[in-house]
T-cell receptor
Framework: DSGVTQTPKHLITATGQRVTLRCSPR?????VYWYQQSLDQGLQFLIQ???????AKGNILERFSAQQFPDLHSELNLSSLELGDSALYFC????????????????FGEGSRLTVL | DAKTTQPNSMESNEEEPVHLPCNHS???????IHWYRQLPSQGPEYVIH???SNVNNRMASLAIAEDRKSSTLILHRATLRDAAVYYC???????????FGKGTKLSVKP
């Protein structure tokens, strides 16, 4: 158990719909990361938040957005869903962007599997 | 981001050592070498990381070439549970996110 909690574990929806994925980081972790894993693209970094602020952006579509709340949990919003958005979405957390006294390792949740029909 | 090159797949026998290679010829002086693995149907998990010196932990050892252009993850005695995709990732000390490549899919035969 990594200590990172993601909900829901599975989600089935239709094209054009909007969904929200939720992530609770490990206690004390300030950074949250979102990744998308599909069969053909592998693990793709989407976005990172640190203590409520966006810190780094990867291959995140404009239809997707995320935020990190004051209690440090994060949500990934996916809108106007397309078939190609079907994937596993992972959340990870770490202590901070740069922490010289820690390994800085990322702890990943078990993922949310999104199926768009 | 500096790139890494890994074999697509490797096979090992149970109870034998496994050496997983990674080439990173464009590594910069501030890049740490990280290894993660992803077991089937799970999220990635941290294995080990290092900068210049070889590193050991309870899961594995990391051998880093003197010029840092390559490294090797060593699993001392492979078990069936070690079957996973292993990712070698370069990460700047100031960078939080990890950029994953395709990794090496390790199969372990009983």
């Amino acid at each position: 158990d990594s200590g990172v909690t993601q909900t829901p574990k599975h989600l089935i929806t239709a094209t054009g719909q909007r969904v929200t994925l939720r992530c609770s980081p490990r206690s004390g972790d300030l950074s949250v990361y979102w990744y998308q894993q599909s069969l053909d693209q592998g693990l793709q970094f989407l976005i990172q938040y640190y203590n409520g602020e966006e810190r780094a952006k990867g291959n995140i579509l404009e239809r997707f957005s995320a935020q990190q709340f004051p209690d440090l949990h994060s949500e990934l919003n996916l809108s106007s869903l397309e078939l190609g958005d079907s994937a596993l979405y992972f959340c990870a957390s770490s202590v901070g962007v740069r922490s010289p006294t820690h390994t800085g390792e990322l702890f990943f949740g078990e993922g949310s599997r999104l199926t768009v029909l | 981001d500096a790139k890494t090159t890994q074999p697509n797949s490797m096979e090992s026998n149970e109870e034998e050592p496994v050496h997983l290679p990674c080439n990173h010829s464009t590594i910069s002086g501030t890049d740490y070498i990280h290894w993660y693995r992803q077991l089937p149907s799970q999220g990635p998990e941290y294995v080990i990381h290092g900068l210049t010196s070889n590193v050991n932990n309870r899961m594995a050892s990391l051998a880093i070439a003197e010029d840092r252009k390559s490294s090797t993850l060593i699993l001392h005695r492979a078990t069936l549970r070690d079957a996973a995709v292993y990712y070698c990732i370069l990460r700047d000390a100031s960078q939080g996110n990890l950029i994953f490549g395709k990794g090496t899919k390790l199969s372990v035969k009983p």
